[in-house]
Nanobody, 122 residues
Framework: QVQLVESGGGLVQFGGSLRLSCAAS????????MGWYRQAPGKQRELVAA???????KYADSVKDRFTISRDNAKDSVYLQMNSLKPEDTAVYYC????????????????WGQGTQVTVFS
């Protein structure tokens, strides 16, 4: 079992920055592929960014060059640095832990956090 707790969401102006954090507890964090997903009202949940245990990353095209995912295995944590935020980034952001080494591949064995709201206003 893995428990994930997100933090760092909030209200930010267009062009601003936020840093999301996800603290994991439970099974061996370092072996999981970690990801950030988001879901806006009326839309499907989508992958934002993911990082494997070995450090390979994947980003949604809409956030490339603006968002950076990183992990600290010593602290059992994963982060999402979000810069140049836009109103269309407004969503609930979820932390994900997947046993799959394939970036962005969801499985029935995935773990999810409770989500943190990010709202970008213009």
């Amino acid at each position: 079992q893995v428990q994930l707790v997100e933090s760092g969401g909030g209200l930010v102006q267009f062009g601003g920055s936020l840093r999301l954090s996800c603290a994991a507890s439970g099974r061996t964090f370092s072996t999981y592929t970690m990801g950030w997903y988001r879901q806006a009202p009326g839309k499907q949940r989508e992958l934002v960014a993911a990082v494997t245990s070995g450090g390979r990353t994947k980003y949604a095209d809409s956030v490339k060059d603006r968002f950076t995912i990183s992990r600290d295995n010593a602290k059992d944590s994963v982060y999402l640095q979000m810069n140049s935020l836009k109103p269309e980034d407004t969503a609930v952001y979820y932390c994900n832990a997947s046993p799959s080494p394939l970036l962005g591949r969801q499985t029935q064995f995935d773990y999810w956090g409770q989500g943190t709201q990010v709202t970008v206003f213009s």
